[in-house]
């Protein structure tokens, strides 16, 4: 099992921060990390709604909320034969406004070999996602 994180503070309230990543369909807006968020279910977003997730570089993924707690985050996992890749979203209240904490837990096997070969994509995608979420929250975007 792999696992890689990064935090940045975003200055502005904790809501505002929610409001931005709990708009699934919009990413692709404000992370290079994203080309393409599909639903895969009418409603809106909770536990057990799917997305179909693109992104540059890497084959196209189903990813099943698992957990959504507003406005706290939500987690999120894609699996495939021998692999299963968590990912984390978690928001933190604090002074001047918020911490964001992304974590991908590669799992499995084959999530094993995806985290060791994909270590600088994976780290590289995790800053630009961290990066967007706090421009487009603070309003620079």
């Known amino acids: ?27 692709p807006e404000w992370t290079a990390s994203i ?10 977003a909770a536990a057990g709604s799917r997305f179909r997730i693109r992104q540059p570089g890497l084959p196209a993924a189903v990813w099943t909320v698992t ?18 890749m ?4 978690w928001l933190e209240a604090n002074t001047p406004g918020c911490t964001l904490t992304l974590r991908l837990i590669c799992g499995g096997p084959v999530g094993h070999l995806v985290g060791s070969i994909s ?5 590289r995608y995790l800053g630009l996602e961290a990066a967007g979420l706090k421009a487009r929250a603070e309003g620079l975007r």
């Open 1 to 27: 099992m792999h696992q890689f994180h990064t935090s940045v503070e975003i200055h502005t309230p904790v809501e505002r921060a929610w409001e931005v990543m709990a708009d699934l369909r919009r990413w």
């Open 86 to 89: 968590v990912a984390e979203h």
């Open 35 to 44: 080309s393409h968020v599909e639903p895969l279910d009418e409603q809106p």
């Open 119 to 123: 270590r600088g994509t994976i780290e």
């Open 67 to 84: 957990r959504w707690e507003p406005p706290r985050g939500f987690v999120w996992e894609s699996r495939a034969p021998g692999a299963r």
